[in-house]
């Protein structure tokens, strides 16, 4: 089935897409919680209005997002958390904790457009910030105990 997204959805898509899905998560997931609609040809039409008349909204989204990636480009933060003698925290690093260290530095980022790997023990990390859809920037995590 094909439908249009009405928001961003990891490993479906971004807001605006016409992507193709099975029936049944169509009908039973994305419908009822107002995520997608059906791609029928009003709808289509309808999209491709909205695509035309916010074309320049998009691209200042988008050059925003530029700036805001300069800026963070060469970022690096530092998370204290409470460790074992063996170097192993207790508990692992979120993108909530991640976020909450950039809006100490001022930059207000959401938790969901971070992405962190497995974060258990202390040291460097990297942390991708998906900034727009088309921009994207890595930063430094340090981890350190407390």
């Known amino acids: 089935m094909k439908i249009i ?4 959805m990891k490993n479906l898509g971004h807001q605006g897409d016409v992507v193709e899905v099975k029936n049944g998560y169509a009908n039973n997931y994305l419908f009822p ?14 999209h491709e209005e909205n695509n035309r008349q916010g074309a320049l909204k998009r ?10 990636a300069e800026q963070l480009k060469d970022m690096s933060i530092t998370i204290g958390t409470k460790a074992g003698a ?29 992405e962190i790997n497995d974060v258990k ?25 407390e």
């Open 5 to 8: 997204l009405k928001e961003n």
């Open 33 to 46: 919680r107002g995520m997608a609609v059906m791609a029928t040809a009003s709808n289509l039409k309808m």
């Open 59 to 68: 691209e200042k989204m988008k050059t925003d997002a530029l700036s805001l």
């Open 86 to 114: 063996n170097g192993k925290i207790f508990g692992s690093i979120t993108p909530l904790q991640v976020a909450q260290a950039l809006k100490v530095k001022g930059f207000e980022i959401d938790r969901r457009k971070i």
């Open 121 to 145: 023990t202390l040291g460097n990390y990297e942390a991708i910030l998906n900034l727009h859809r088309d921009v994207t920037v890595n930063i430094a995590v340090e981890v350190i105990a």
